[in-house]
């Protein structure tokens, strides 16, 4: 009793020190997905959504409306907060007759998206197993008794499928050519018309009237920011030039606000962890840089096989060993097939390594330079990180199953310094 007493008066002492610093709900305003009540810097692209969704459902037309903007800059707070007030000035209208829906392309399966549409509309169909025709099949019959709008956010991922890429091309032509449906289409690439090669598809896909959100600037930035960090801290946590650098890094590397609000969130729990109640300018330019570190470190620890994994260990030791900025391909594979015999793991065959090779350097994980050489046949290959060192390291340290990479590592860089 006396341990769960003391469990008790610790747990008691935790959240006095965060209410310290903290306000309740200090999660929820700084998720991706919350949507303030007075959304800043992106007005005029609400107001044009809400235009061209109230003029498709009165007036029943077909076509579609394409959102773009790189990660983190609105779209889809945008089209939520439109949806609503279009809702709501239909309803002034005494229009009924219609339903607007919104699903995310969090994957390029189709068959799930479209099953997820169908359910929306209350038709409670598999996730699997019918063909696309089927599910269009209830779609349709939806639309045959209200008019319907269908917002596909991340659209751009249905097209990676290239198995499947004709499929997408014919719901886009469905969406924009079939009576009494319409459809909204958010995308991060520009040039999404480029990816489609159905002739057909791309003379009903309205590109000409983009909707266009540009990056965030710097001041844009700091206000949101600004808003977000009112709503989750308590007064003074910080300091104004902590926030303007914070404003300006983002506004730097693309203007994703979401990097923002991940920022602000790691600057709370480090707070609460290290009993701290503010962040200068100084903190806020370490904490930048761990939690840049700590999100890239995370990417390849959750993201990558374990023979991915190797491979990144094998060029990032040989960086460090030889003071240099990239390895042969040939002295990664020498190296990474030692690490195999450290973990027990069977070795992969050069052809292997040459496809794991080729899918981290798509992955953007590493990338590949080839030399010619003009005097003999054949170039050679050389090897060079794309992800900074540190998160490497932050990888190695943390997934004890390369412990013993780790201290192979440990012990060369230390013998030949």
Not at 121 to 135: F, H, K, N, Q, T
Not at 166 to 190: G, H, M
Not at 213 to 218: G, L, P, R, S, V
Request: with cysteine; aromatic share 8%; glycine share 4%.
């Amino acid at each position: 009793m006396d341990k769960l007493d003391d469990l008790l008066e610790a747990v008691e002492r935790e959240i006095d020190q965060k209410s310290r610093i903290l306000k309740n709900g200090w999660l929820k305003y700084l998720d991706f997905n919350y949507i303030p009540p007075n959304p800043r810097h992106r007005e005029e692209e609400i107001k044009e959504i809400c235009v061209r969704l109230i003029e498709n459902v009165t007036h029943g037309s077909t076509g579609n409306i394409l959102i773009y903007g790189n990660p983190g800059t609105g779209k889809t707070m945008s089209f939520h907060i439109a949806k609503r007030i279009s809702e709501q000035i239909l309803s002034k209208k005494n229009v009924e007759n219609y339903e607007i829906v919104y699903t995310s392309a969090t994957s390029p399966n189709l068959s799930k998206i479209l099953s997820e549409i169908c359910k929306k509309l209350g038709s409670e169909v598999p996730a699997r197993g019918l063909s696309i025709r089927e599910y269009l099949s209830y779609i349709n019959s939806f639309a045959k008794e209200k008019y319907l709008h269908i917002c596909i956010d991340e659209f751009d991922k249905l097209l990676e499928n290239s198995r499947r890429k004709q499929y997408t091309e014919d719901l886009i032509y469905y969406l924009t050519r079939t009576e009494n449906i319409s459809a909204t289409l958010i995308t991060n690439k520009i040039d999404l018309a480029k990816s489609i090669t159905d002739a057909r598809v791309l003379s009903s896909l309205d590109t000409i009237n983009t909707i266009y959100f540009k990056a965030y600037t710097k001041e844009q930035c700091k206000d949101i920011l600004l808003e977000r960090i009112n709503l989750a801290f308590r007064e003074g946590v910080f300091s104004e030039d902590a926030v303007d650098f914070l404003a300006e890094h983002i506004a730097e590397c693309g203007g994703d606000i979401r990097n923002g609000l991940s920022i602000l969130k790691f600057c709370g729990n480090y707070l609460t962890s290290r009993k701290l109640n503010r962040v200068d300018l100084k903190l806020m330019k370490e904490l930048i840089w761990k939690h840049d570190i700590q999100k890239d470190g995370e990417l390849l620890m959750k993201t990558l096989s374990l023979t991915d994994k190797i491979i990144v260990a094998a060029v990032y030791s040989l960086l460090l060993e030889l003071k240099t900025e990239r390895i042969d391909s040939g002295d990664v594979f020498a190296r990474q097939d030692y690490f195999r015999t450290l973990l027990n793991r069977n070795g992969i065959s050069r052809d292997s390594f040459s496809v794991y090779l080729t899918r981290l350097s798509t992955n953007g994980v590493i990338g590949i330079e080839k030399e010619w050489k003009s005097k003999r046949p054949g170039s050679k290959s050389y090897v060079y990180l794309k992800y900074s060192r540190n998160a490497v390291k932050y990888m190695l340290e943390n997934d004890p199953t390369l412990k013993p990479v780790l201290e192979f590592i440990a012990q060369t860089i230390r013998g030949s310094s």
